[in-house]
């Protein structure tokens, strides 16, 4: 069995993300990466911003206007943008993980979830509405159970969306909510497709293990299918041993490949595609770049890796260095952190700072202190996004 090397997967991982050379659409991108994390609303253009350098931010508010790209819970119960034509499958696929975080609580004070989703289809049939305004009609038809609980139900159980302004560039208000079906104009129920879901994944961040697919998915028990996938699929070793799978005529990179300088947005989907994540974050770093309390900060990949963090204010570019960077590098960083500062302030004249120290762990992490403090260290937390 081959055994591929870190700077191996890598340079493939770069590929299949689209961040080397990609000339792909805006639509294509978001089809390819399965589900683009949006929780922040900027973050989805970030994003296609790294992948695509001539992207436009009113190209995707065109998507999502006219409903080619839709925007709800999906992978791990958070904010994501996906297209309408993939929303159907991937929304079935991934209910069952939505379903178990719905029961967690135990909350509604016996009122059957059931009966609970039937008066949130009726209420939601006047068209769409803010998470508030169906909290309040759905508190006044039950008035016992905990009002958080009432929403976050129907938030996971039904199949949502968040139409525009929501997820549009700089959108900071409610969020609405609409039926799927009736923004779509077609049934989106439809059977869960675990295979596709593994396949389409293997696309963009494979090599891959099965551990990494329920990391990312927050799906469980895909051990079994993947390994009855196996016949179809290549099999590989990481340096540690471990079996990464990957689909037959996909393309592996030359490790000699030129990586360029990229800034990636807080949760961008590199950053959370994996469960050994050491393809683009050195181990000893991740604790720099996931620190806790629901943070993935936005980072700097230098040859291929995380190599900075980044934070903008105004048309002021921060940026931390985790590695020392030679000047040769630090302007190459600094060129490519005007363009994004021209792509987020137009005409505005960039001002680039570099941080005296490294990014900080937080002080959660370092203690190990709660629990629930740290559990977001390697992924972002699973409630709903969008400011109310």
């Known amino acids: 069995?081959?055994?591929?090397?870190?700077?191996?997967?890598?340079?493939?991982?770069?590929?299949?993300?689209?961040?080397?050379?990609?000339?792909?659409?805006?639509?294509?991108?978001?089809?390819?990466?399965?589900?683009?994390?949006?929780?922040?609303?900027?973050?989805?253009?970030?994003?296609?911003?790294?992948?695509?350098?001539?992207?436009?931010?009113?190209?995707?508010?065109?998507?999502?206007?006219?409903?080619?790209?839709?925007?709800?819970?999906?992978?791990?119960?958070?904010?994501?943008?996906?297209?309408?034509?993939?929303?159907?499958?991937?929304?079935?696929?991934?209910?069952?993980?939505?379903?178990?975080?719905?029961?967690?609580?135990?909350?509604?004070?016996?009122?059957?979830?059931?009966?609970?989703?039937?008066?949130?289809?009726?209420?939601?049939?006047?068209?769409?509405?803010?998470?508030?305004?169906?909290?309040?009609?759905?508190?006044?038809?039950?008035?016992?159970?905990?009002?958080?609980?009432?929403?976050?139900?129907?938030?996971?159980?039904?199949s949502l969306l968040h139409p525009p302004p929501a997820g549009t560039w700089r959108h900071r208000g409610r969020v609405s909510c609409v039926l799927a079906d009736d923004w779509l104009g077609r049934p989106q129920a439809g059977e869960p497709a675990p295979e596709k879901l593994v396949t389409r994944y293997l696309a963009a961040f494979g090599p891959a293990s099965a551990k990494d697919v329920q990391v990312w998915s927050g799906l469980t028990r895909l051990r079994g299918l993947m390994s009855g996938m196996r016949e179809k699929l290549r099999v590989f070793r990481d340096e540690a041993g471990?079996?990464?799978?990957?689909?037959?005529?996909?393309?592996?990179?030359?490790?000699?490949?030129?990586?360029?300088?990229?800034?990636?947005?807080?949760?961008?989907?590199?950053?959370?595609?994996h469960s050994d994540r050491a393809r683009i974050i050195h181990p000893g770093d991740r604790p720099l770049v996931m620190p806790g309390w629901s943070i993935v900060r936005p980072t700097v990949l230098v040859d291929g890796f995380v190599a900075a963090t980044w934070s903008l204010a105004g048309s002021t570019l921060s940026i931390a260095e985790i590695r020392p960077l030679t000047g040769r590098v630090r302007a190459e960083v600094a060129a490519e952190g005007e363009r994004l500062v021209e792509f987020v302030s137009p005409g505005e004249k960039a001002e680039i700072r570099w941080a005296d120290e490294r990014p900080e762990v937080s002080w959660a992490l370092r203690s190990r202190q709660p629990e629930r403090a740290l559990r977001a260290a390697d992924t972002e937390g699973p409630l709903p996004g969008g400011t109310e």
């Not at 049939?125 to 309040?136: K, L, N, Q, V």
């Not at 393309?251 to 030129?258: F, I, S």
């Not at 990586?259 to 959370?272: K, Q």
């Open 1 to 158: 069995m081959r055994v591929l090397s870190t700077r191996e997967l890598n340079r493939t991982f770069l590929t299949r993300q689209l961040l080397s050379d990609s000339t792909a659409a805006p639509a294509e991108v978001i089809a390819h990466l399965v589900a683009l994390q949006g929780q922040e609303s900027d973050s989805p253009y970030l994003s296609v911003r790294a992948r695509i350098p001539t992207f436009r931010q009113a190209d995707l508010t065109a998507l999502l206007q006219d409903r080619t790209v839709v925007r709800s819970a999906l992978l791990r119960g958070t904010q994501h943008l996906c297209t309408g034509e993939d929303f159907g499958w991937l929304r079935s696929t991934l209910q069952p993980y939505l379903d178990r975080f719905a029961g967690r609580g135990g909350r509604l004070g016996g009122l059957a979830q059931e009966e609970l989703l039937e008066a949130a289809r009726e209420i939601l049939a006047d068209g769409p509405m803010s998470r508030p305004e169906i909290t309040r009609r759905l508190v006044e038809r039950f008035p016992g159970p905990d009002p958080e609980w009432l929403k976050l139900v129907v938030h996971l159980r039904l």
């Open 242 to 273: 471990t079996e990464l799978y990957d689909l037959p005529d996909a393309p592996l990179a030359d490790e000699g490949m030129a990586a360029p300088v990229v800034f990636l947005p807080e949760f961008d989907n590199a950053l959370l595609g």
